[in-house]
């Protein structure tokens, strides 16, 4: 299954998520992408990697990077609002999560850590329906 990891900057949530699939579920093609690209922040790597979680090629993309003609579950951390074309019959799932990078400095290394972590509890459970 090709699942796209949508969020504005793909700066925290979508590289996240797009790692953390990679290493649960394999076998699944899993790319982040965002509305405006920007980089991947240095603490989200650090707390994936203190996670045992490679982040090798892990980057910030921009929609145009994708194909999305192959997207079969897009799951979106920002609403998308039907702006984003992908097939009729690729599934659309929202997941509403703080932004951690949104966080005061001296807080953002710990909400880091509760993102990773909310969002591997929530993608073993979609892998797990997957199938």
Do not use: N, Q
Request: net charge negative.
């Amino acid at each position: 299954m090709y699942v796209l990891f949508l969020d504005e900057s793909c700066a925290a949530r979508a590289p996240i998520a797009e790692a953390l699939m990679r290493h649960i579920a394999p076998w699944h093609d899993a790319i982040a992408a965002g509305w405006v690209p920007s980089h991947v922040r240095p603490e989200i790597k650090e707390v994936l990697e203190d996670a045992a979680i490679h982040t090798t090629g892990l980057r910030a993309r921009s929609l145009l990077e994708v194909p999305l003609d192959d997207v079969e579950l897009v799951v979106a951390f920002v609403p998308d609002e039907g702006r984003l074309r992908v097939p009729a019959t690729a599934r659309r799932i929202e997941w509403r999560l703080p932004d951690p990078l949104s966080a005061p400095p001296d807080e953002r290394r710990e909400a880091c850590e509760a993102a990773r972590d909310e969002i591997e509890r929530r993608l073993r459970k979609l892998v797990a329906e997957l199938g």
